[in-house]
């Protein structure tokens, strides 16, 4: 077994329930052919997605302290 199948097998077993099979297949392949600039990629587009959840929490909070605003007057 080579070192993508290994890959490979190891990522379907810990997200196979949440990701489609041909994705994990796509994401290992690019991994295996770019390496560190995948891992760079990855990382920038995590960032990504965390500041619009972080904007979401802090838009569902303000959205409750207005309510809470308007209850107490």
Same mark, same amino acid.
Not at 1 to 7: A, L, P, Q, V
Not at 37 to 52: D, Q, S, T, Y
């Given at each position: 077994?080579?070192?993508? %199948?290994?890959?490979?097998?190891?990522? =379907?077993?810990?997200?196979?329930?949440?990701?489609? %099979? #041909?994705?994990?297949?796509?994401? $290992?392949? #690019? =991994? $295996?052919?770019?390496?560190? $600039? =995948?891992?760079? =990629?990855?990382?920038?587009?995590?960032?990504?997605?965390?500041?619009?959840?972080?904007?979401?929490? #802090?838009?569902?909070?303000?959205?409750?302290?207005?309510?809470?605003? #308007? $209850?107490?007057?």
């Amino acid at each position: 077994m080579n070192s993508k %199948e290994i890959i490979l097998k190891e990522m =379907f077993s810990k997200v196979g329930d949440t990701i489609s %099979e #041909q994705t994990i297949s796509e994401k $290992v392949s #690019q =991994f $295996v052919k770019y390496g560190n $600039v =995948f891992l760079f =990629f990855e990382v920038m587009n995590l960032r990504k997605e965390i500041e619009k959840i972080k904007e979401e929490i #802090q838009s569902i909070k303000d959205m409750i302290e207005a309510e809470n605003l #308007q $209850v107490s007057l």
